[in-house]
Each structure stands twice: as structure tokens, then as C-alpha cells.
């Protein structure tokens, strides 16, 4: 049972360029979450997902996308990165709402560094 | 004002010492309340959720003030393996679950 895992754990990008962040659990979790976490500002949610299929915007969704075809992957795509978006993502997941606990499980996080 | 303050600290004690943290949120209909800790570089972890009724889980104890709108969190008989980050986590949005994350306290217990 890995739980959350996260792939690549660094990149180095340059402005302009794109890449895609792979999340996968395999927990069965309904939800899944993109976070990024900046120096004295704490996790900021990207986007989330409630369930296969579905995607919705959080709290700084500009100038990343995201797809959740399988149910155990949720992917975060960067079209065009910028070094604004320089940080570290977080992924993380957690039961549906038939359970009341709010616990998240995080991935180890990935490095971004846009130059 | 951040939906979620604390003070970043450093908080730095000995070995033994007991020492609290406190965190305010401006929601005042949030519904759940969490402590995660986190390492350094390292993915946070859930340490404890709060309860009106205030709980303890060892050397842990958590209590939320809803009047006040803040929660605590004390730690006794502090270890060097509780150096770390606490982030106070609030559920302001039942219908994503999502979570609102404090920027953190930073402990350091020195031996």
C-alpha cells in the first residue's frame, strides 16, 4: 500500500515550457487535491476533484489544468509555466463524503523551479 | 486578514519544556478543525483533529474556543522529535472538504 505518490519529485522548467504533474493513490479515495505551498503562506488549493470525471477550481487555479480520468490518478498540467509558479505541489486525498472524517493523505511533493 | 493565522515563530525550548500554540480563524461557521505537523521537506501529516469538547492524545492536547474563534494546541514534556511545523487547518467549505491551511508555527526543542 503506497498511498499517495507523486511523480517527478524535482523539474527544473523554463518559462514558456510545459509539463505534467502525475498524483496516484490507491486508497479508493473519492477526492483528490493539488496544493501549492510558498514560503510563510501555507498550501493553497490548485484544484480539486470529487470523484472520476469530475474537476473544479480552488483557490489559485490560473495557469494550471487538471484531469481525473482514472479514479486513482489525478493529474496537473502547467500549458505555459511561468517563474511566479515556482513552488512546491502538493497532491493529497481523502474519503467521500459517506465518511465524516476530513483527514487528507499527502503525496511527498514535487519541486517545480521555473527559470 | 488571513483566513487562517498563526504565528510562524520559531518557538525554540528545551527538552521537557511545555509549550502551546494558538491559531485564529475568521469563519466563523467552519465546521472542522485540524493540527497537522510537518517536517522539514517533507508532506504534512494529520497530528490530531480538534473537538469542541477539547481532546488529548498523549503528550498532545488540543482545545477550540469557538466564541473566540481560535484553536490551541499544547504540547508537554516536549521531545527533540516534535521539532517541526504545526499548521492549524480549518474546514470552512464542507462541500469540497477542502481545507484551509495556516502558514504554520515552527518548533524547535533543543536538547
Known amino acids: 500500500n503506497a498511498g499517495v505518490t507523486q511523480t517527478p519529485k524535482f523539474r527544473v522548467l523554463k518559462t514558456g515550457q510545459s509539463m505534467t504533474l502525475l498524483c496516484a493513490q490507491d486508497?479508493?479515495?473519492?477526492?483528490m487535491y493539488w496544493y501549492r505551498q510558498d514560503p510563510g503562506m501555507g498550501l493553497r488549493l490548485i484544484h480539486y476533484s470529487v470523484g472520476e470525471g469530475t474537476t473544479a477550481k480552488g483557490e489559485v487555479p490560473d495557469g494550471y489544468n487538471v484531469s481525473r480520468l482514472k479514479k486513482q490518478n489525478f493529474l496537473l498540467g502547467l500549458e505555459s509555466a511561468a517563474p511566479s509558479q515556482t513552488s512546491v505541489y502538493f497532491c493529497?486525498?481523502?474519503?467521500?463524503?459517506?465518511?465524516?472524517?476530513?483527514?487528507?493523505?499527502f503525496g511527498p511533493g514535487t519541486r517545480l523551479t521555473v527559470t | 486578514r488571513k483566513e487562517v493565522e498563526q504565528d510562524p515563530g520559531p518557538f525554540n525550548v528545551p527538552e521537557g519544556a511545555t509549550v502551546a500554540f494558538n491559531c485564529t480563524y475568521s469563519?466563523?461557521?467552519?465546521?472542522?478543525f485540524f493540527w497537522y505537523r510537518q517536517d522539514c521537506r517533507k508532506e504534512p501529516k494529520l497530528l490530531m483533529s480538534?473537538?469542541?469538547s477539547g481532546n488529548e492524545d498523549g503528550r498532545f492536547t488540543a482545545q477550540l474556543n469557538r466564541a473566540s474563534q481560535y484553536i490551541s494546541l499544547l504540547i508537554r514534556d516536549s521531545k527533540l522529535s516534535d521539532s517541526a511545523t504545526y499548521l492549524c487547518v480549518v474546514n470552512m467549505d464542507t462541500g469540497r472538504r477542502a481545507l484551509t491551511f495556516g502558514s504554520g508555527t515552527r518548533l524547535q526543542v533543543q536538547p
Open positions: 493529497a486525498s481523502s474519503y467521500g463524503l459517506a465518511d465524516n472524517s476530513y483527514e487528507q493523505y
Open positions: 469563519n466563523s461557521a467552519s465546521q472542522s
Open positions: 480538534v473537538y469542541s
Open positions: 486508497m479508493n479515495h473519492e477526492y
